[in-house]
């Protein structure tokens, strides 16, 4: 009797470490791990694992399960990572997963988004202290995908977006929740062919909130339209309507134009002001 509950608890004991997440680290120059790109770890890794990753510059990856991608450096920009595809798979649905401190920005002028995914099953992703400095596109395609950013910066090079917007969210029976962030529509550039960026567009049927943030729409320039133009603050995709709530203190601004300026919110369904600031542009 004594061998078998002997053997039952190395079982269990066993079954326990199994279990538990583990950390992965990734050194692009090598030193601290044999894992030079974060595609490598994240291959290795198990849903609630942390990916760490060293100070340097890594190429793109694909994001395919619930972990925590967690840059080293003392600020956002000792990390730099080309761009993510987010498309979570494992678990296939309510997966927890975070990408913080590090900067998003590609070397190639033709990549517009550095933070893209589509028809994203139920789950969380939360982004930390990320300087996203291209267009972003996460569009839920199943109700209860979750998008939580903290501290972020989205400020995208001009034409950089989906479709003329800095950043696309959300859709039916989706989240979406910033707190002490920014967004900033592109200005005007008229040698490239690009009217100024629209900041921020929600898909229908999303639910956000927008807390302690700054939501800005490109500005145009002294010339012909369209580049006369300033850009939108908030906009919607005209197909069902959006639940919005602003509080925290949060700047909503259109961007100014020579001929108009932009709209600080333009979209069906209900908007909560709690306690924010919500402008046209000047034009």
């Known amino acids: 009797m004594k061998t078998l509950w002997t053997t039952i608890t190395l079982i269990l004991a066993c079954q326990f470490v199994s279990a538990q997440s583990v950390d992965i680290v990734v050194d692009a ?7 030079t790109t974060i595609d490598q ?3 290795l890794a198990n849903p609630g694992d ?19 991608v967690i840059g080293l450096g003392t600020s956002p920009t000792d990390v730099v990572v080309q761009s993510i595809a987010y498309h979570p798979s494992i678990p296939a649905v ?7 401190n590090l900067t998003l920005e590609s070397n190639n002028p033709l990549e517009v988004l550095v933070l893209s995914g589509n028809e994203l099953p139920p789950g969380v992703l939360v982004l930390d202290s990320v300087d996203i400095r291209g ?3 996460l569009r839920g395609g199943q109700q209860g995908f979750y998008l939580l950013a903290y501290n972020c910066r989205i400020t995208p090079p001009a034409g950089h977006g989906f479709s003329g917007e800095a950043c696309y969210l959300g859709g039916p029976g989706n989240f979406v929740e910033f707190h002490s962030s920014e967004i900033q529509g592109w200005d005007a550039d008229a040698a490239t062919w690009t009217p100024a960026g ?3 567009r929600l898909a229908g049927g999303t639910t956000a909130r927008i807390n302690g ?4 729409g490109g500005s145009g320039l002294d010339v012909l339209l369209p580049y006369n133009e300033g850009g939108a603050a908030i906009l919607d995709d005209g197909v069902l309507s959006v639940s919005l709530r602003l509080d925290g203190g949060s700047v909503i601004s259109g961007g100014s134009g020579n001929g108009s300026g932009g709209r ?3 979209l069906s369904g209900t908007i909560v002001t709690a306690d924010a600031v919500v402008t046209g542009g000047s034009g």
């Open 29 to 35: 120059s090598g030193p601290m791990s044999s894992l």
């Open 41 to 43: 770890a994240m291959l």
């Open 50 to 68: 942390r990916i760490l990753v060293q100070p340097g510059s890594y190429p793109s990856f694909q994001f395919d399960r619930g972990v925590d």
């Open 94 to 100: 309510d997966y927890d997963s975070m990408i913080s």
């Open 135 to 137: 267009g972003v596109f």
């Open 198 to 200: 629209v900041a921020l």
């Open 213 to 216: 943030s700054r939501i800005i």
């Open 264 to 266: 600080g919110i333009d």
